[in-house]
């Protein structure tokens, strides 16, 4: 086995020291911008000795503007280990991993310290009390004893002295590009022909998805145009963010036409591309004892048929907002969270995703119902007539509202805020009139004009 | 050689079964009677509980799914106040459920205090009565039975013209009932009379009087609704009447 370690010069640019690498060998490690490993096994034939491909690999990164250091190795810790403490080029005969680490500073094994181990430094102090400085020293101590001492870490990290590696090498893919495109052999003007189109270029576009078990986290529609003006842009280009990853071809598909309806191209298309960011695919685990909540492909298809047929802001989940404002809410976008996610979050102590969840101060249990108001979003302009302060008939004219005498009625309750711009001020009032329907009036302090805020129902 | 006689009753008998098959070829068949035995689910999950013990008792459970079902009344009479009830029930249980507010008339704080988890509420507001509107909120209804997955689905027709709700062609309530059929959607029309009149689902017909607490003018305050609330349910058999008390959010509280 034979591994290369490549650690670049503080300032390398991103994807530079991994081109350079994929020159060697297909199989490579990307740890980060500076840091990559390469599997050399089967290269010599190619390149010839190990000294000749470190050597080639330095040549080859100096052609692309980049100081790195090269470490051959039999493992790939060793590897790692040596670049970071060599300057230049380092080559390990073969089998002779443990001896050239055994000189090596044990600091050194802070930097590699996988997750679920004990902090490297603070291992290191634990060393540094035993009086072990270097990482032949760890290596030489007897393993029960040191399991005993420091359990499952410790032998990790003596295993790690040893120039072990802990796991076989994971390939870094290069990134895909996830996109299609078509040229069209006659520009198309309407949206229906598109629709096929699109169709053609998602089919292959999702089962690439699928192949790669990736969704896609925003969709980019590129529409190239035919140049009717000098005005005519050349390209009609429409980002699409997905509230899910998703990679339904019909529902990609669905999406775009959607759109594209709300922001038509201004002139024929004579070329489509498609192209997805990716992320990772999405894994759903079904309950058998609650309801399933509809898929998120379905839900956006149906969110974004809504928008387009009652308006953007128009349909959502209402949320109550901090304010004392009787009619003050917003809108939010409807993204159910499953009751599974919630009972699991709560299990392990984190929060539900959506913010507002619970906010309705609600999920109480089971009680009589509470009086609802149906509130009028503009309020009704009433005229009323007021003896001994009190509202005794009120008209108002607006069919399907009827007025007359009233019979009851409690108040006047004085509500005012938002002195500051444009706030409110006035006297709210509740009354029933003879016809037996109740209303909630209110008289606008400043200008002493009565309104119909809403029904009690 | 036998001649079998071919009577009255036996080309009547022809004629009926030949009737009922093309009904049922063209799924009609439990949409425009009342005389066929009901196929609906008898678990405990076929219906919605309204969460008021004594309606449901005498609706056998609640409202039911895959049915098309009303709550009917005029102003005042409590049908908001029921129907946000009802709403606030399903969300407890984890549904998610849809309101198609035609008028836009839904009281944010009113849902939030009848206990309905918002996050869970899909409310689509339309804006001003007119006959478009309400195309476009019936349009929004079936999108959102189509797309499936709803508890509870209602179109809130409460205060929309009868000369408008009058040009609304009777086949559209058929066409929703023919969406939902089977499906675990319940949906809701809340209008001031009956419209649809689905022979599966249920009608609740509201008539109710606000009540008022507090002896003197100074001290008066509204305390809550007294809602006489009528079932019917033709196929079901169900024909009775609930007397139902909503309170004040205030009183409720204390």
């Known amino acids: 086995m034979l591994f290369a370690a490549l650690f670049a010069a503080e300032g390398t640019p991103p994807g530079v020291l991994a081109d350079v690498a994929r020159e060697f060998s297909p199989r490579i490690d990307i740890r980060s911008d500076r840091d990559v490993v390469l599997d050399l096994n089967g290269v010599e034939r190619l390149f010839g000795n190990a000294r000749t491909i470190a050597e080639e690999l330095r040549r080859t990164a100096a052609d692309r503007g980049i100081r790195v250091r090269v470490a051959i190795a039999g493992t790939r810790i060793a590897a790692r280990l040596l670049v970071r403490h060599r300057a230049g080029l380092t080559v390990i005969e073969p089998d002779t991993d443990a001896p050239a680490l055994a000189p090596l500073p044990i600091s050194l094994l802070s930097e590699f310290a996988p997750a679920p181990l004990t902090p490297g430094e603070e291992l290191g102090r634990v060393f540094r009390q035993w009086g072990i400085r270097t990482l032949g020293e760890l290596a030489a101590l007897p393993s029960d004893d040191l399991a005993a001492r420091l359990g499952e870490d410790g032998m990790t990290w003596q295993r790690l002295a040893r120039g072990e590696d802990p796991h076989p090498l994971v390939p870094s893919l290069p990134e895909e590009r996830f996109s299609q495109s078509l040229d069209l052999e006659w520009p198309i003007e ?10 053609r270029l998602m089919e292959p576009l999702s089962t690439h998805l699928e192949r790669r078990d990736r969704g896609a986290a925003v969709l980019h529609v590129r529409l190239h145009l035919v140049r009717i003006d000098d005005t005519t842009p050349a390209v009609h280009e429409r980002s699409l963010q997905l509230p899910a990853p998703m990679r339904d071809a019909r529902a990609l598909r669905t999406l775009a036409l959607l759109d594209l309806e709300s922001n038509p191209p201004p002139a024929p298309i004579d070329r489509v591309e498609v192209a997805v960011d990716p992320t990772p695919g999405r894994i759903v685990q079904f309950s058998l004892l609650t309801r399933a909540l509809p898929t998120p492909e379905r839900l956006s298809t149906l969110m974004a048929r809504l928008h387009a047929l009652m308006g953007e802001t128009r349909c959502g989940a209402p949320a109550l907002v901090d304010s004392w404002r009787p009619e003050a809410f917003e809108m939010r976008p409807f993204a159910p969270v499953d009751v599974n996610v919630i009972d699991r979050n709560k299990a392990s102590g984190l929060r539900p995703q959506a913010s507002g969840l619970g906010q309705s101060q609600g999920l109480r249990p089971s009680a009589k119902p509470v009086l609802a108001l149906r509130r009028c979003r503009l309020p009704i302009p009433a005229r009323v007539r007021v003896n001994d302060n009190r509202p005794e008939y009120v008209a108002i004219d607006r069919r399907g509202m009827s007025g007359g005498g009233i019979e009851s009625c409690a108040g006047p309750w004085r509500t005012a805020g938002d002195w500051w711009r444009e706030g409110w001020d006035r006297d709210e009032w509740e009354v029933t009139v003879r016809g037996g329907t109740t209303y909630r009036l209110f008289r606008a302090r400043d200008t002493d004009r009565w309104f119909v805020e809403g029904i009690v129902d | 050689m036998f001649a079998i006689p071919l009577g009255g009753e036996y080309m009547a008998n022809i004629a009926r079964v030949a009737l009922e ?4 070829d063209r799924k009609l068949d439990r949409t425009l009677t009342t005389a066929l035995l009901a196929l609906e689910r008898v678990d405990d999950g076929a219906m919605v509980p309204v969460d008021v013990a004594a309606i449901d008792r005498c609706l056998q459970g609640g409202v039911p799914r895959g049915h098309l079902s009303e709550i009917a009344g005029p102003c005042s009479s409590g049908r908001t106040t029921l129907l946000l009830h009802l709403l606030s029930a399903a969300t407890r249980r984890g549904e998610i459920v849809a309101l198609v507010d035609t008028l836009d008339r839904l009281d944010v704080a009113s849902a939030a205090a009848a206990g309905i988890d918002l996050d869970r509420l899909l ?3 339309g804006s001003e009565s007119s006959w478009a509107l309400i195309e476009r909120a019936l349009k ?12 509870v689905v209602v179109i809130d027709l409460a205060e929309v013209p009868a000369s408008t709700l009058k040009q609304i062609p009777f086949t559209t309530w058929m066409r929703v009932q023919r969406v939902i059929e089977g499906s675990d959607t319940a949906c809701l029309i809340l209008a001031s009379e009956p419209l649809a009149r689905s022979s599966g689902g249920l009608t609740m017909a509201l008539a109710g009087r606000t009540t008022w607490a507090g002896a003197s003018s100074r001290s008066r305050r509204l305390a809550g ?11 079901r058999r169900i024909d009775g009447e609930v007397n139902v008390q909503a309170l004040t959010s205030e009183i409720t509280a204390s």
Do not use: K
């Open chain 2, 140 to 151: 929004a209804l079936n999108l959102v039975l189509q797309a499936g997955g709803f508890g």
């Open chain 2, 225 to 235: 609704i007294d809602m006489r609330v009528r079932v019917m349910s033709p196929r």
């Open chain 2, 123 to 125: 409310w689509i507001r």
């Open chain 2, 21 to 24: 098959n093309a009904l049922r």
């Open chain 1, 190 to 199: 309407e949206l229906e022909p598109l629709s096929f189109v699109l169709g």
